[in-house]
């Protein structure tokens, strides 16, 4: 067995345990899963999330606050957390709206974001009225000591588009949205992080030039971090061919080239974590043409069989990969009682198993993967 947890962690009870080729690490942090809770139930519920995650390693989960209706009472977030342990039996770590309905005219309440115990605050894929009041929402983040969370995006120049802007989406007549559209509004929040002050993370960057600007401000010194989405890792648009909805995410799959900036990012520390980007759709959500159909892959169930794959190339060591789908999203999250609440994950790194609908925990079943056989599951949790 190889023992993955960290230093002073509580070793769990392995007796009557076939540990033989294993891996024992901590339960994995994910930096965003939607579990369509409240406002789509039809497409997944606390419960059903909730228990996917935890069979699948994931005890603990950041929500974004783009729900129905959106996340920006902290007077309800008590609830919510305690709604989620109870359904699903995972720990949520809630990010409350940076703007009032998610709308970018006006901050929301911060202050009483923070009180709520939001790890952050963010607009998600939402733009800003303008940057004026981007400047001085982010400048009242910063006095309230909250993390803000970036999912850098220029509406101007990607709320056509359905896919990456290349020979792909040309071939098949589909609107593209050009790798600018996450570059410039990453240009422009780097400046602004720089300006104001706040502590930063980056969520699911896409393509090289934003590895390449990542890079800069580390060097430069500025508070940031950030992340990638695992489907990012293994798929590029190619795997459109066909138009194959199941395939349908935003932010898009990108290039090869991106793709092999990606990795590159997760190798030199640029790419402090990979998240899943869990977003359970039905089957009806995926029916439609593509582009008219609802974008989302459903990725707890082959979150850490991709992630045993990322070793088996040899992109990361297995060391790595706890690094980046475990203590640092910790870090990042500021779960302070990461290791107070413990448990631990075996999984076997060489088991196969076929992806189907029987196999799935998520109650959404979209994903690009249907069919294949992939290596590397969970076999034990200790919680």
């Not at 899963?33 to 406002?39: C, Q, S, T, Y």
């Not at 994903?367 to 949790?381: H, R, S």
Request: include cysteine; charged fraction near 20%; proline fraction near 5%.
């Amino acid at each position: 067995m190889k023992n993955l947890l960290p230093k002073n962690w509580q070793q769990p009870k392995l007796a009557n345990v076939d540990t033989d080729g294993k891996w024992l690490m901590p339960p994995i942090v994910d930096l965003c899963g939607r579990l369509r809770e409240p406002g789509h139930q039809s497409y997944g519920t606390l419960a059903s999330e909730g228990r996917a995650a935890r069979q699948n390693g994931i005890l603990h989960i950041v929500l974004p606050p783009d729900t129905n209706p959106v996340l920006e009472n902290g007077s309800l977030f008590k609830g919510l957390r305690e709604k989620a342990y109870q359904d699903g039996s995972v720990y949520l770590h809630i990010l409350g709206a940076l703007t009032a309905g998610l709308k970018g005219e006006q901050p929301a309440n911060l202050a009483g974001l923070k009180q709520g115990g939001a790890i952050g605050v963010t607009n998600a894929r939402a733009g800003f009225d303008d940057d004026m009041v981007m400047l001085r929402t982010l400048e009242y983040a910063a006095t309230c000591g909250l993390k803000v969370f970036f999912y850098p995006d220029e509406p101007s120049l990607s709320r056509s588009g359905v896919a990456h802007d290349g020979y792909i989406a040309s071939f098949h007549g589909l609107a593209g949205i050009p790798w600018l559209a996450e570059t410039i509004a990453l240009s422009k929040q780097l400046l602004m992080v720089e300006e104001t002050g706040i502590v930063a993370h980056f969520g699911q960057i896409t393509c090289r030039t934003s590895v390449e600007l990542i890079r800069w401000a580390k060097a430069k010194g500025l508070p940031i971090t950030c992340d990638v989405a695992m489907h990012q890792l293994h798929l590029t648009d190619d795997d459109l061919e066909g138009y194959n909805t199941n395939a349908f995410v935003y932010p898009p799959l990108r290039s090869k080239t991106d793709q092999r900036a990606l990795i590159a990012g997760l190798q030199d520390g640029t790419i402090d974590a990979i998240c899943s980007h869990h977003e359970p759709l039905s089957s009806s959500a995926k029916q439609a043409p593509f582009g008219e159909c609802v974008a989302g892959i459903s990725n707890f169930d082959t979150f850490v069989s991709l992630g045993c794959q990322l070793v088996a190339d040899g992109i990361l060591t297995a060391e790595q990969l706890v690094e980046k789908i475990c203590t640092n999203p910790a870090k990042i999250a500021g779960i302070k009682d990461y290791e107070t609440i413990g448990g631990a994950v075996l999984i076997d790194p060489d088991l196969s198993w076929q992806v189907d609908k029987n196999t799935m925990l998520s109650s959404g079943k979209n994903t690009p993967f249907m069919g294949e056989k992939l290596t590397g599951k969970v076999v034990e949790i200790f919680f």
